[in-house]
């Protein structure tokens, strides 16, 4: 079975721009969270989605998005990009409640 | 809120032999899980192990296991008979299981602990 998938691995963005970044969940799997990695705030949970909707969400501003599609898949939005999103962005998928979180390789976002 | 503290930035561990990384968080629940994930250099977050709260039995997975003291908020991790394949970068991770018995996803993790195996 195919793990899960996060295109594109490597981005660089200027200040200002929006990027959007995409995950692909483990077949079958209908849960997908993101988070933010950082050498200085660690890791940090973004957002969760479950079959489209989404029923958390971390302490991020507005400027950070995401939704999710009828087959799972997953995008996370980023706009007005700041110096300070530069990071690794992770997602996650599961099966659902209570079931382990599989991680992606993970975008690595640089904004110059 | 949960918070979760790993108070070891790097540890070392010559092969062969065991290391223990700790773990302690705070929390208000009695029931949540409990996980350890490794990220080697390649940067790809793999599960450990996992631990449920209301299990008083230690979880183990082949070399590696947990001693979870409820009462106190610990849970560290041994890693027995330590191969070079271990060296990574260890979270401690926590979710809640919310009263419905369902668990949401978030997880929380600990700042992480630096494992280097010497040959």
């Known amino acids: 079975k195919a793990g899960v998938t996060q295109t594109p691995r490597y981005l660089i963005k200027t200040r200002g721009q929006q990027v959007t970044l995409s995950c692909s969940p483990i077949s079958g799997h209908r849960s997908v969270s993101w988070y933010q990695q950082t050498p200085g705030q660690g890791l940090q949970f973004l957002f969760e989605y479950f079959s489209e909707t989404q029923r958390n969400k971390g302490n991020f501003p507005g400027r950070f998005s995401g939704r999710q599609f009828s087959n799972s898949r997953s995008e996370m939005n980023v706009s007005t990009l700041e110096l300070g999103d530069s990071a690794l962005y992770l997602c996650?998928?599961?099966?659902?409640?209570?079931?382990?979180?599989?991680f992606g390789p993970g975008t690595r976002l640089t904004v110059t | 809120a949960q918070t979760v503290t790993q108070s070891q930035p790097e540890m070392s561990v010559q092969e062969a032999e065991t290391v223990t990384l700790s773990c302690t968080y705070d929390t208000s629940e009695s029931d949540y899980y409990l996980f350890w994930y490794k990220q080697p250099p390649s940067r790809q977050m793999i599960l450990v192990i996992r631990?449920?709260?209301?299990?008083?039995q230690n979880a183990t997975e082949n070399r590696f296991s947990v001693n979870f003291q409820k009462a106190a908020k610990s849970f560290s991790l041994k890693i027995s008979d330590s191969q070079l394949g271990d060296a990574a970068m260890y979270f401690c991770?926590?979710?809640?299981?919310?009263?419905?018995?369902?668990?949401?996803?978030?997880?929380?993790f600990g700042q992480g602990t630096i494992l280097t195996v010497h040959p």
């Open positions: 996650a998928s599961s099966r659902g409640s209570n079931y382990e979180q599989y």
């Open positions: 631990q449920e709260a209301y299990k008083q």
């Open positions: 991770a926590y979710r809640t299981l919310n009263a419905g018995g369902t668990s949401y996803g978030k997880l929380t």
